[in-house]
């Protein structure tokens, strides 16, 4: 059974910092490309940040800069390090797996970011 359990989200003022974590099992995390994604309300699912399993990044515009990703084989985890956040960064986060040979994706339950003063 794959799970993806996602954590660290919470409320944050803008400006501040947060550091998601997605810790995966039932999968070969190490040949899994990793992202995050986020759906604010009324928005499409979008992409965040991806790691390969070559440990090659790729950001969405809006978070150069300010969100770094990173996976830690040895503990079959993700994370996403975001920084000086923005009332507009406010969404439910989602971490994936993408084993792109085979085509096999799987998703976590979401964990909700919200940045307001």
């Known amino acids: 059974q794959v799970q993806l359990v996602e954590s660290g989200g919470g409320l944050v003022q803008p400006g501040g910092s947060l550091r998601l974590s997605c810790a995966a099992s039932g999968i070969i995390f190490s040949l899994y490309a990793m992202g995050w994604y986020r759906q604010a309300p009324g928005k499409q699912r979008e992409l965040v940040a991806v790691v390969t399993p070559g440990e090659t990044t790729n950001y969405a515009d809006s978070v150069k800069g300010r969100f770094t990703i990173s996976r830690d084989n040895a503990k079959n985890t993700v994370y996403l390090q975001m920084n000086s956040l923005k009332p507009e960064d406010t969404a439910v986060y989602y971490c994936?797996?993408?084993?792109?040979?085979?085509?096999?994706?799987?998703w976590g339950q979401g964990t909700q970011v919200t940045v307001s003063s």
């Open positions: 994936n797996a993408d084993h792109r040979p085979t085509r096999r994706v799987f």
